[in-house]
C-alpha cells in the first residue's frame, strides 16, 4: 500500500503563487507515475499533471503554461508549483500515484488540499 499526504494549499489572492506538494510512504517502490487532480465544487475531478519515474510530463491543455510539476524521487514527494493563480483554478487538488508509466491505474490518492483564488 500507498500513503500520500498532500500540503501546501490555501488561500491566495488572483495572481498569486502557491506550491503544493505530496509525499508518498509505505511501498513506494511500486510507483511509477505521480500526478494531480482537482475537483472544483459541481464538477468532475480532472487531471492537472503528472509525471513519471524518469521525468515525462503530461498537463492539461487548459492551464497555458502556469502549473509545473516536478518530481523529488530520493524523497518520494511530487510538486506542484502554481503561478498566476486564478479564481477558476479553485479547487480541492488530490495527489494520486500509480504502477505504469501511461497514467494509467493510478489507484493510490491522498485525502487533497483545498486552494482558494479569492481577493
Known amino acids: 500500500q500507498v500513503q500520500l499526504v498532500e500540503s501546501g494549499g490555501g488561500l491566495v489572492q488572483p495572481g498569486g503563487s502557491l506550491r503544493l506538494s505530496c509525499a508518498a510512504s509505505?511501498?513506494?517502490?511500486?510507483?511509477?507515475?505521480m500526478g494531480w487532480y482537482r475537483q472544483a465544487p459541481g464538477k468532475q475531478r480532472e487531471l492537472v499533471a503528472a509525471?513519471?519515474?524518469?521525468?515525462?510530463?503530461r498537463y492539461t491543455n487548459s492551464l497555458e503554461g502556469r502549473f509545473t510539476i516536478s518530481r523529488d524521487r530520493a524523497k518520494d514527494t511530487v510538486y506542484l508549483q502554481m503561478v498566476s493563480l486564478k479564481p477558476e483554478d479553485t479547487a480541492v487538488y488530490y495527489c494520486s500515484a500509480g504502477p505504469n508509466s501511461d497514467y494509467s491505474g493510478m489507484d493510490y490518492w491522498g485525502k487533497g488540499t483545498l486552494v482558494t483564488v479569492s481577493s
Open positions: 509525471i513519471t519515474s524518469r521525468g515525462g510530463t
Open positions: 509505505g511501498s513506494t517502490f511500486s510507483i511509477n507515475a
